[in-house]
């Protein structure tokens, strides 16, 4: 995600900073979009300073190491805990930064054309400042309210696409044992009540396919789900649906989820019922 959404900011007409924890990538980045590569120390010296990246705890750790200059702004684009931008937004406060939480949604290829969609936590001031950067990678940028409110819409966002993704799984399951063309159901659920983004693009594409390609890995859904589970307990709410939903996107094994897209958790519901959706 990252890589394609800081392509669109040399558009901004500024010299953009390029840094991964591959060193190659960032190169290859430089190179294709006319960003510079640099060091990690440089990187969190810029005056705007995007990250996205696997885990709120690998956003902390970078900071611990080289901390952002005073008057900067920090737009985090990962999906993350929202305990964890409260704790970083009083943090940078205190030195005199802006950090906004800013999860995206849209997938990769909405990335790639720039028309992701930003749910954003944080300084309203922070907000109007750095929308105008935003926009040029995103199609909807939304407030959602104080520090951590980003990245809880995106976790709930998330779960419900678990959500969506194994119920049309379980309903064309009962089609497909009943002798129906899917292609031909799904084409009618898309023109119905019963249409997702699940059902008008992972499923053909990823699903009936059987590419599974790899454009979100399944651990990292499951990371998002136990943090939408984990505000509900805080809340001390009762979500049988999003339990429920947690339990089955469990069933694969971590490690196992790591080298998956999420929408292979799928086969552990054709292998139950003897039914491949295809």
Known sequence: ?????????????HPVWVWNRTAEKAASHAQTFGTLQVELQQAMQADVIFSCLPTS????????????KSGSLWVDCTSGVPESAQRISTDLAARGVIYLDAPVSGQTIGAERGTLTVMLGGNIAGFERAK??????AGL?????????????KAVNNTLMATH???????????????????????CINHSSGKSIMSETVMAQKV????????FALNLLQK?????????????????????TQELFLKTD???????????AVTQLEKWNSVRLV
């Open 57 to 68: 705890a690998d956003v902390e750790a970078l900071m611990a190491l080289y901390p952002p």
């Open 132 to 137: 105008p950067i935003i926009q040029a990678f």
């Open 224 to 244: 998002d789900i136990g943090i939408a589970m984990d505000l509900a307990e805080e809340g001390q709410m009762k979500t049988p649906v999003f339990q429920v």
């Open 1 to 13: 995600m990252g890589w394609h959404m800081a392509s669109h900011l040399p558009k901004l007409g």
């Open 141 to 153: 940028i939304e407030y959602v309210g104080e520090s951590g409110a980003g990245f809880a819409v």
């Open 208 to 215: 009936l396919s059987r590419t599974f390609q790899k454009t």
């Open 254 to 264: 971590r490690e196992q989820a790591a080298q998956v897209d999420f929408s292979a």
């Open 165 to 187: 993704l194994w119920a049309l799984s379980e309903g064309l399951s009962i089609l497909k044992n009943r002798g129906v063309d899917l292609a031909g159901a799904l084409s």
